[in-house]
């Protein structure tokens, strides 16, 4: 059941009241941001090269951040598999925890380095700070990231996990290129976008990496190898990365870049969001010539033209209607796979992305 609303806020979204299950995610956040110095620390003692342990060091802090959506679901499932009986059970969580958040670092340093991004996390984007380099420093991310494995798991769990991050790998590079095949330098791709061909997108681009990803890492690292299990696990991680790539698009165009830390640039981009498929599906014949003579350029005027028209077919009611629905299918398919599945696992994550439009 969703959390009570307490008030309501700008473009009807409504603010929620911390629950149970919020609170334990903001606990999560502390205890792995406490355990990051160690993280840092282990990764420097791997480095050799003169003048590199300074410069891996900043780039380590400067990564460090956000949300760990990614992470605090690790953390979780392996909190809910192994029980927490030892201090080395935690460590190692922890420590799993912060190798996915690192290639989470990489992967989206090179997604600011393809949109042209300024900002992330409030802060410049590193490429802003250093130029191309920020290319190899995100090869060294997920190098990092593989290390931080190496180091805490051996045998079939090492070869699992290792297999799982590849393909992850893969995966994600299939989202991303198809995301940037997508945009438009003009109008070229416009005719292309539909919901279908967003849905394809999201599947690799965030479903994969940001939902199935984290969890199956802890699963795997817990000695979960089940076939059934592990679809079951694919099947919630497809609806929920829909409903986060979703509410991502929505905060490009409505998130204050106060509280989202970076500026939306998804319409000058001309990126196939969710928002400017349902306005094509929506759009009566003057709305979609509009539509099409104004996105996608790198011009305020014809941005605004663009969130004029989204605001003249209601997107934000669209949106919280979609919403709405997809939060009730990933309720029922918690249910549905709840005999495999801990049903914790997935209401701890769903629970945490109702938050991620700051309500």
Known sequence: MLTRACRHGRQGIVTLVES???????????????YFPVVVEELLHKTTVSNAS??????????????????????????????????????VSKALAWSIELSHAALLMLDDIADDAITRRGLPCWHVQVGLRAVLDALFLQHCA??????????????????LFQNTMFEASIGQNYDIHC???????????????????CLHKTSH????????????????????????????????????????????????????????TDIRNGKCTWLIAKAKQMADQKQLKALKENYGFNDRRRVDTI?????ELKITEAFLL??????????????????????????????????????
Not at 307 to 311: C, K, S
Request: with cysteine.
């Open 209 to 264: 990496y940001s939902f199935y990803y984290p969890i199956a890492m802890a699963m795997f690292a817990c000695g979960l190898t089940d076939k059934s299990v592990h679809n079951a696990a694919r099947d919630l991680a497809s609806h929920i990365g829909l409903t986060f790539q979703i509410q991502d698009d929505f905060l490009d165009c409505y998130g204050s870049s106060k509280r989202t830390g970076k500026q939306g």
């Open 307 to 311: 969130l004029q028209l989204y605001d």
């Open 146 to 163: 593989v290390s931080i494995i190496e180091t805490h798991f051996k045998g079939e769990p090492y070869l699992d996990m290792l297999k």
């Open 54 to 91: 300074n410069n891996s060091s900043k780039l380590l802090q400067y990564s460090f951040g956000g949300k760990l959506l990614r992470a605090t679901a690790s953390f979780n499932v392996m909190r809910e598999l192994t029980g927490f009986t030892t201090d080395e059970e935690m460590r």
């Open 183 to 201: 945009t438009n330098s003009g109008v070229i791709k416009f005719d292309e976008f539909s919901l279908q061909r967003f849905r394809d997108l």
């Open 322 to 359: 979609e919403e709405r629905q997809l939060v009730q299918t990933i309720k029922d398919k918690i249910k549905t796979h709840s005999t495999i599945l801990p049903p914790s696992i997935y209401k701890y994550v769903l629970e945490n992305i109702k938050y991620n439009l700051k309500r």
């Open 20 to 34: 149970a299950l919020q609170l334990q995610y903001n606990q999560d956040v502390k205890d792995l941001n406490d």
